[in-house]
């Protein structure tokens, strides 16, 4: 298999959105580091009693609450409640310690990521490692975070569009806005505080709680930034780390824009090489006769003018349809005749998984995600530079951009019209190094078709981080583990007896597109509310 370059390089739109906030940002100066203080007074380590789950399943786990200080700088102040779950190392006489699970997001729950994650490990992991996982603050059980409500949410991304009209942009600042001052409102008293510095101190004084020296960790997606996060603040109480599907940190922090554009770009990269696949494949894929671009396009103004009322009553929209697609295609190949199906079934006006709206589970994450990204990125406050950057993102991704980019606040990508008119103070957020000098190696795994988190990203992490090993899967969709064999060999091998994959490592096995299966595919159907390890195949 031929190696990729390590020197992957972002197109020349995002490079020059970089360049842009990287004047920018000397214009107006740099982040200002936090000033040096006294060490404040160390926090109580929670005390965690351990018994059945509220809703017991019978798989093995029990839960406990880890309280915590609701603001680090004040660590014997006001306190909230974190929802923690652990499944006991089946072979206890050979237990080699904990390993968290860390879901992507942000906005899904830990809680549910370890429970139903866990058959999907291998017997070394289950029998070595106590398998723990934690709603994080502001998530599900620790507090959910509501800015807007069900209703608020289901109007704004049901008028959406996916093919905006013009003024577009400036409805979705004032959405911002809106969403912004509802955050401070009712929210307001967890808001500042739920950035991923103080996710990185929760989760080490949950280290302490359970009495371990040294944590092992995986996290996907968002997953991996708290993990970044946590090694740089914390790097000898490393064993092991893998980051999958991991965030360059500093662009992430503190070029957001930059970091926006890179995901447009994959993002519809992604989506492209799927179309191109069924053009080539017009049989197998079902969709477009031979000229499925133009008719996506086609579709998506047909929905706009006409939409499919959804089994729920609410319409499917082409904004509807560029959302589930933003999310389904993280499924890579295996996803793609599926896709095609569904996509011929809008056509026919035939309800599918595609044309799904958001639901109130939807808005649970949604709102989540777009909170603790305000507070962890710092976005340029000006009202022009917003406009100017984000059309140019929307304009480099021309199949899914415009309505995710002049959407309503949702996910990642859209963030900016929200962030750039955040009125909260940032205390929680993590400025930086991130090189966690003096940590264990941590295996960083980067998707060279990645459609959420940018191969790009995953090498410069495992360039930033003083000991970063990157194991590249060359492949469509999100995260690598459990999508390739080859992968998760590598993986388990590492979490369970600390062996490091070779420099340069590159695993090229992933599945060709097969028939459509919805009980064999992962993706197909599952929307952004839930995150699970799935089955190796």
């Given at each position: 298999m031929r190696k990729r370059s390590a020197d992957h390089r972002r197109g020349p739109v995002v490079w020059g959105i970089s360049l842009v906030l990287t004047a920018v940002t000397t214009l107006l100066g740099s982040t200002p580091a936090?000033?040096?203080?006294?060490?404040?007074?160390a926090p109580p380590v929670p005390v965690?009693?351990?018994?059945?789950?509220?809703?017991?399943?019978?798989?093995?786990?029990?839960?406990?609450?880890?309280?915590?200080?609701?603001?680090?700088?004040?660590?014997?102040?006001?306190?909230l409640d974190l929802a923690v779950t652990r499944r006991p190392a089946a072979d206890r006489a050979h237990r080699t310690g904990v390993l968290v699970l860390h879901p992507g997001g942000p906005g899904n729950s830990g809680v549910d990521f370890a429970r139903n994650s866990y058959a999907a490990l291998p017997a070394a992991l289950r029998n070595g490692f106590d398998v723990v996982g934690y709603d994080m603050r502001g998530v599900a059980r620790s507090g959910q975070v509501e800015c807007w409500n069900d209703a608020e949410y289901a109007a704004a991304v049901d008028a959406a569009r996916g093919v905006p009209a013009p003024g577009a942009l400036e409805e979705a600042v004032r959405q911002g806005r809106a969403f912004a001052a509802a955050c401070r409102e009712r929210a307001g008293e967890l808001v500042p505080f739920i950035g991923t510095g103080s996710n990185a101190k929760d989760l080490d004084l949950l280290r302490r709680a359970l009495g371990e020296e040294q944590l092992s960790f995986y996290g996907r997606s968002f997953g991996a930034y708290v993990g970044t996060v946590y090694a740089a603040q914390f790097p000898r109480r490393v064993r092991a780390m893998v980051l999958d599907g991991a965030y360059d940190p500093r662009t992430y922090a503190d070029l957001p824009y930059a970091y926006d554009a890179g995901q447009y770009v994959a993002l519809d990269a992604a989506f492209g090489r799927f179309l191109d696949w069924c053009a080539r494949n017009a049989g197998a894929c079902g969709f477009g006769d031979g000229r499925p671009r133009q008719a996506f396009e086609a579709l998506k103004r047909t929905l706009d003018a006409d939409p499919v009322i959804a089994p729920n009553g609410r319409p499917a929209t082409g904004y509807t349809l560029a959302y589930r697609l933003m999310f389904n295609i993280n499924a890579g190949r295996a996803v793609w005749p599926a896709f095609g199906e569904a996509l011929r079934a809008a056509q026919e006006r035939r309800?599918?998984?595609?044309?799904?709206?958001?639901?109130?589970?939807?808005?649970?994450?949604?709102?989540?995600?777009?909170?603790?990204?305000?507070?962890?990125?710092?976005?340029?406050?000006?009202?022009?530079?917003?406009?100017?950057?984000?059309?140019?993102?929307?304009?480099?991704?021309?199949?899914?951009?415009?309505?995710?980019?002049?959407?309503p606040p949702t996910y990642d990508h859209n963030h900016a019209p929200t962030c750039a008119q955040w009125p909260a103070e940032r205390p929680s957020r993590y400025a930086g190094p991130y090189r966690a000098a003096g940590s264990a190696p941590i295996l960083v795994l980067g998707t060279t078709g990645d459609p959420d988190t940018p191969y790009q990203d995953a090498v410069a992490l495992a360039r930033t981080l003083d000991n970063g090993h990157l194991v590249t899967f060359a492949g469509e969709g999100h995260t690598a583990y459990h999508r390739s064999a080859c992968v998760s060999a590598l993986v388990d091998d590492y979490l369970a007896t600390l062996a490091l994959p070779g420099r340069g490592t590159v695993c090229a096995d992933e599945e060709p597109p097969a028939a459509p299966d919805r009980h064999r595919v992962p993706g197909v159907g599952v929307d952004e509310t839930q995150d699970a390890i799935p089955a190796l195949r």
């Open positions: 936090t000033a040096a203080a006294a060490a404040p007074a965690l009693s351990w018994g059945p789950c509220a809703d017991d399943r019978g798989d093995g786990f029990e839960c406990a609450t880890a309280r915590v200080p609701l603001d680090h700088r004040d660590p014997t102040g006001r306190t309800y599918s998984f595609l044309l799904s709206p958001p639901s109130p589970g939807s808005f649970d994450f949604l709102n989540v995600n777009l909170a603790v990204e305000c507070a962890d990125r710092v976005y340029p406050t000006s009202p022009s530079l917003l406009r100017a950057l984000v059309t140019a993102e929307v304009s480099a991704a021309p199949l899914l951009g415009p309505a995710i980019g002049f959407g």
